[in-house]
């Protein structure tokens, strides 16, 4: 699990991601398709095509980091939108991590 300090938004790209795309790359999405701040320390999850998985970027004050969970069996749950991205509670980042359907408002 990521040690999310209190105060961090976790932000869920939504559509799928090419999952080839590295550190600098998902760094340039976040600036340019969701028009924010890489470096700002907010956690920003990407998914697969296939849905089975995730990569996380976060800046934590001291450098970016790049997280990737694949899962064995079944998919993650994701918001319907195609474009954008939303905002969801650390505890939600949780509960998607472990393949549980806590994700409410739009997801599927």
Known sequence: ????????????????????????????????????????GDLYIFRGRRGDLVKILWH???????????????????PSASDGAVSISAAQMAYMLEGIEGIEGGAG
Do not use: E
């Not at 934590?60 to 994701?78: E, T, V």
């Open 1 to 40: 699990m990521i040690p999310i300090p209190s105060g961090v938004r976790v932000w869920i790209a939504t559509g799928h991601t090419d999952m080839r795309r590295g550190m600098q790359s998902l760094a340039l999405a976040v600036q340019q398709s969701l028009k924010r701040d890489p470096h700002a």
């Open 60 to 78: 934590d004050g001291l450098g970016m980091s790049l997280y990737a969970k694949r899962l064995d069996r079944g998919k993650f749950i994701w």
